[in-house]
């Protein structure tokens, strides 16, 4: 069974570009969270997709956007970088079902710069 | 607006000795909460959760503790190990699965050899 697998590991960006963050959930999983996790704080949620569909969104503006796939791997997409949005993204997967279908595991993230 | 504190930044205990690691929340829908560790360069892994139904509960050498009235839970490792040493984080979800989880800016645990 493998676990959470999240591409690239370390990613440097400039202000203005565009970037894309990858996550493979872990088997048997068909739930995807993306949370950011700024220098000194607790993740922050971002979005979750469920079957291909926004599930729920934190406190983001708009050029945060994802997507799921039938496979149920994931893309955080980032329009318009800024300085602020360096930091760690984290992706999580979780089932629906089952005993385990409140706990939601992570992958390592990416370390995301802006400059 | 913080709806998961941990107040204590950081820790430090001897190896062997219990190390106790609390959390406040403020929102009452919260019915649902984890602890999870942290290691540098590392994804947060799960240890152990609650639901709010339950006051304690027990894996191995970790216990949570759960007081609904006063909005409070409380990690206990006995005995600490050295390996420990990592950033603890609490987090709390809602009803419902896979709700979001909203968590807490960690402590740092040190267990001293």
């Known amino acids: 069974e493998t676990g959470v697998t999240q591409s690239p590991t370390h990613l440097i960006k400039t202000r203005g570009q565009q970037v894309t963050l990858r996550c493979s959930s872990q088997?048997?999983?068909?739930?995807v969270s993306w949370y950011q996790q700024a220098l000194g704080q607790g993740p922050q949620f971002i979005f979750q997709y469920y079957r291909e569909e926004e599930n729920g969104r934190g406190n983001f503006p708009p050029r945060f956007s994802g997507l799921q796939f039938p496979n149920y791997s994931s893309e955080l997409n980032v329009n318009a970088l800024e300085l602020d949005d360096s930091a760690l993204y984290l992706c999580?997967?979780?089932?629906?079902?089952?005993?385990?279908?409140?706990?939601?595991?992570f992958g390592a993230g990416t370390r995301l710069s802006v400059l | 607006d913080q709806q998961v504190k941990q107040n204590s930044p950081s820790l430090s205990v001897q190896e062997g000795r219990i190390s106790i690691l609390n959390c406040d929340y403020t929102n009452s829908m919260f019915d649902y909460f984890l602890w999870y560790k942290k290691y540098p360069a590392e994804g947060p892994t799960f240890l152990i959760s609650i639901s709010s139904i339950k006051d304690k509960n027990e894996d191995g050498r970790f216990t949570v503790f759960l007081n609904k009235s006063a909005k409070h839970l409380s990690l206990h490792i006995v005995p600490s190990q050295p390996g420990d040493s990592a950033v603890y984080f609490c987090?709390?979800?809602?009803?419902?699965?896979?709700?979001?989880?909203?968590f807490g800016k960690g402590i740092t645990l040190s267990v001293r050899p």
């Open positions: 999580a997967s979780s089932a629906t079902k089952g005993t385990a279908k409140n706990i939601q595991y």
């Open positions: 987090a709390a979800s809602g009803t419902g699965a896979n709700s979001k989880l909203t």
């Open positions: 088997s048997g999983h068909n739930t």
